[in-house]
């Protein structure tokens, strides 16, 4: 028969090897501590995106209330950005080496 030592061996060898078997599951499995930290990433990228496109939304709106206001600025964004230009008017393009 064996020994008490080689039992109680035997059992700690047991709950040694169940507690390594918990411990990768809590940080390796598809629940684990490693994938929640990535969704924290993961989240507070998303939450500076958003807040990032939210800034672009307010700029937006901002020029587009501006352009239903001031005509100067209608015509400059139809110059700059549309290339039109007035009736009788020339255009003179300056090219830059």
């Given at each position: ?59 937006l709106k ?6 239903k206001s ?28």
């Open positions: 028969m064996s020994t008490p030592k080689k039992k109680n061996k035997l059992k700690l060898f047991i709950y040694f090897l169940v507690f390594i078997a918990v411990v990768a599951f809590l940080f390796f499995s598809r629940f684990g501590v490693l994938k929640y930290l990535d969704l924290l990433k993961q989240e507070e990228n998303l939450k500076s995106q958003i807040e990032q496109v939210d800034k672009e939304n307010q700029n901002n020029e587009m209330d501006s352009l001031v005509d100067a600025k209608i015509e400059k964004v139809a110059r700059e950005k549309y290339n039109m230009k007035r009736k009788n008017e020339k255009v003179i393009k300056i090219e830059s080496k």
